[in-house]
Structure formats: C-alpha cells, structure tokens
C-alpha cells in the first residue's frame, strides 16, 4: 500500500487540525510547527491518492499542501503491474 506523508500551510492548523481528521484515512503525524500541520494517508493502490489530495487542498485556508514522503515499496515493479 501507498503510504504518503503530506505537510498542509494554513495560517491557523490547530484550526485546520479538526477539519484534517475528518477526512477519513487521512490522520495527523505531529504537532503544527508555525504554520504547518503535518499528516499521512496511506492508499489500496498508487493514484488513490489523489482524492486526498484534493480534499485536503479544498479545506477552507489551505494554502499549499506539499509531499513530503511516499512510500511505494510494497507495490510490484511496474513491469509486474502491466502484465
């Protein structure tokens, strides 16, 4: 599976921290520092992903939300997947 780490700017993420946990899959990996608020989903297949992406972009004050880690190590080799 997938596994993705995020960073999300926002001028308030303790604000933006309840909206993020709404989003189901998607949970917090820390405390805010400044005026960003770190999270990680992990996906069934890779391209899954990008739903999360767009709801958490769509979250009211959101300003970036930028891949910070991604893990694709359990998925077959790409000439696997085609076959």
């Known amino acids: ?5 995020v960073v999300l700017t926002h ?3 303790g604000a933006l921290a309840d909206l993020v946990r709404a989003i189901p899959g998607v949970v917090l990996v820390g405390n805010p520092v400044s005026n ?3 999270a990680a989903f992990e996906t069934a ?3 899954d992903d990008e739903p999360l992406f767009e709801a958490l972009r769509a979250l009211p004050g959101v300003l970036a939300v ?12 790409p000439d696997e997947v085609s076959r």
């Not at 930028?66 to 080799?77: E, I, K, N, R, T």
């Open 45 to 47: 297949r890779k391209g």
């Open 11 to 13: 001028p308030d993420p």
């Open 1 to 5: 599976m997938p596994v993705l780490g």
């Open 36 to 38: 960003r608020l770190p």
């Open 66 to 77: 930028d891949l910070a880690f991604a893990d694709f190590s359990d998925l077959p080799p």
